[in-house]
């Protein structure tokens, strides 16, 4: 059962634009929300993350926004750049085990 | 900075056989995830220990074992190894008993033949 869901497998932005990634999650009790970044063959890369008890979390280029009642965040790259294509993963988890659960990844490419 | 390292990264087995994967946590770090991601998955977490002892268990096979040593490093037991075994296997640390961000490693990649 996924509990976290990237409903779009990919995005095409061009270069300067912003991005816009969504994910939804169906369990209440996560509390704490990731971003990462994963190039082919390497690991996930930490970008940003945000408790619950905020809305909006900024760290340069990337901000993340949090709608606890809708169950859905978003990040936001402003301005988008080239290297910034990869392949971007959300995941929750909650204080009773900090695992994560993954959702399914939104391909991003930012053409010149 | 220190990452968490991984090894190895590539590993070829043929169905049946054992594997051992190892992960070395970022220093100072405490609690080491793993996940599992088949192709075109997402990671499927599968175990995670803090000072040495299972701290959480998910979606982890009885043929695997895993456990945290005295220098926190951890190893991945792999039995009788299946086709459908052959993913990316990561390895993430953390701090502060797991509160914090977990950090991810290179990962190995397993083929089972």
């Known amino acids: 059962d996924q509990q976290v869901k990237q409903n779009s497998p990919s995005l095409s932005v061009q270069e300067g634009r912003i991005s816009i990634l969504n994910c939804d999650y169906t369990?209440?009790?996560?509390?704490?929300f990731l971003w990462y970044k994963k190039y082919p063959a390497e690991g996930p890369t930490f970008l940003i993350s945000?408790?619950?008890?905020?809305d909006k979390n900024e760290d340069g280029r990337f901000t993340v926004f949090l709608n606890k009642s809708a169950k859905h965040l978003s990040l936001h790259i402003v301005p988008s750049q080239p290297g910034d294509s990869a392949v971007y993963f959300c995941a929750a988890s909650s204080n009773s085990g900090y695992a994560l659960n993954f959702g399914k990844g939104t391909s991003l490419l930012v053409t010149p | 900075a220190a990452g968490v390292i991984q090894s190895p990264r590539h590993l070829i087995k043929e169905k049946r056989e054992t594997a051992t994967l190892k992960c070395y946590p970022i220093?100072?770090?405490?609690?080491v995830y793993w996940y599992q991601q088949g192709p075109g998955q997402d990671p499927q977490f599968l175990i995670s220990?803090?000072?040495?002892?299972?701290?959480d268990k998910g979606s982890i096979p009885d043929r695997f074992s895993a456990q945290q040593f005295s220098d926190y490093h951890s190893e991945l037991n792999m039995s009788s190894l299946e086709l459908g075994d052959s993913a990316l296997y990561f390895c993430?640390?953390?701090?502060?008993?797991?509160?914090?961000?977990?950090?991810f490693g290179p990962g190995t990649r397993l083929t089972v033949l």
């Open positions: 369990n209440s009790m996560f509390d704490y």
């Open positions: 220990f803090y000072e040495k002892m299972q701290s």
């Open positions: 945000i408790s619950s008890i905020k």
């Open positions: 220093p100072r770090h405490d609690t």
């Open positions: 993430a640390s953390s701090g502060s008993g797991g509160a914090d961000t977990q950090y």
